[in-house]
């Protein structure tokens, strides 16, 4: 099993040092860096990932597109057309397309290839950098072509990094938004909370500590308890105690509607890709 990478940035190398961290079992064989390819534009990149990974690497995409048998597209969704003009003789039937770009559609991957949905092995998903430390969760949408067992291809390979699930294409813009972007705002409150820290005296490596494993703490809760997020923030507020004080000055500032804003712009933003 031969994983192609056209794209080595920021998305690609948290997947590949994902399913690099532990054995991965993809279709009855054990992952290893041999099994990888990846292309990027620059030299720099192609030597930065092969040093890190120990992953073959070359600056032709075709190279990676021919000996792939899951490629996986990685590139900014403006580079697409270019690229797949490139690859689009050497990628066939034998080859499971995986595009994780945002907000281009089954229907439009295809189309640059001159194909059509259904008579091709193509897969959207949606990852997100956590990917890195085996905490990911990636959106899986596979195309009315895809194989079943290129699913399940699909699925245990995104989940050798965290989760996967498996959802309607009409849902994608949204995962790509909680999912894919949400990370960027969590960092960002991370950030903020050890900020307040710092300003009441904390030193910054204790404030980052404590503010990323409350978060990664209360994430935990929601995902193992089942328990309304509401319900789990009443847990902590006492009453006439210290942290409703805080929803209050969170409230005041419109902090719920802030965040969806955020995830609406997203949405709208992925629409017009
Ligand atoms: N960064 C993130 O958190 C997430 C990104 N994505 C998607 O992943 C894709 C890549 O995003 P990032 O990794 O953030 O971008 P990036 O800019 O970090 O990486 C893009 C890579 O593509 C390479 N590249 C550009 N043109 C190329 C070409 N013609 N041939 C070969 N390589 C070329 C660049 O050299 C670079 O290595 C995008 O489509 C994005 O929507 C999806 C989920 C999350
Ligand atoms: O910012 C972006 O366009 C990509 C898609 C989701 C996360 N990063």
Redo the contacts with the bound molecule.
């Keep these: 099993m031969k994983i192609g990478f056209i794209g080595l940035g920021n ?1 690609a190398t948290a997947i590949i040092g994902g399913m690099l961290r532990d054995e991965v079992v993809v279709q009855g064989s054990p992952l290893t860096a041999a099994d990888i390819i990846g292309s990027a534009k620059t030299e720099a990149t192609r030597t930065a990932q092969a040093e890190a990974f120990g992953i073959a690497t070359t600056a032709s995409n075709r190279e990676v597109a021919a000996a792939a048998d899951i490629l996986v597209l990685a590139v ?2 403006v580079f697409f057309p270019e690229v797949i003009a490139e690859i689009r003789d050497a990628v066939d039937d034998d080859t499971l397309v995986v595009s994780i ?3 281009l559609t089954l229907e439009r991957i295809a189309a640059l290839f001159g194909r059509d949905t259904n008579a091709m092995r193509l897969i959207r998903c ?1 990852p ?1 950098t956590p990917a890195l430390v085996n905490a990911g969760c990636t959106a899986v949408c596979p195309g009315p072509g895809a194989a079943e067992a290129d699913e399940a291809a699909c699925v245990s390979l995104m989940e050798s990094f965290g989760r996967a699930i498996v959802i309607p294409e009409r849902l994608m813009d949204a995962a ?2 909680v999912a ?2 949400s990370p ?1 705002f969590v960092f960002m409150f991370i950030e903020a909370l050890a900020d307040g820290a710092v300003e009441a005296g904390m030193p910054r490596a204790q404030a980052y500590e404590f503010a990323a494993s409350a978060v990664a703490g209360s994430a935990q809760l929601v995902l193992e308890t089942g328990r309304h997020p509401g319900d789990l923030k009443d847990m902590v507020c006492s009453p006439g105690g210290t942290t409703i004080e805080g929803v209050k000055a969170l409230e005041v500032r419109a902090f719920r509607a802030a965040a969806m804003e955020a995830v609406e712009a ?1 949405v709208a ?2 629409r017009t ?1």
Excluded: D, R, Y
């Design positions: 998305m900014k969704p770009a945002a907000g949606m997100n790509s938004a894919g972007s960027a997203c933003k992925a890709l």
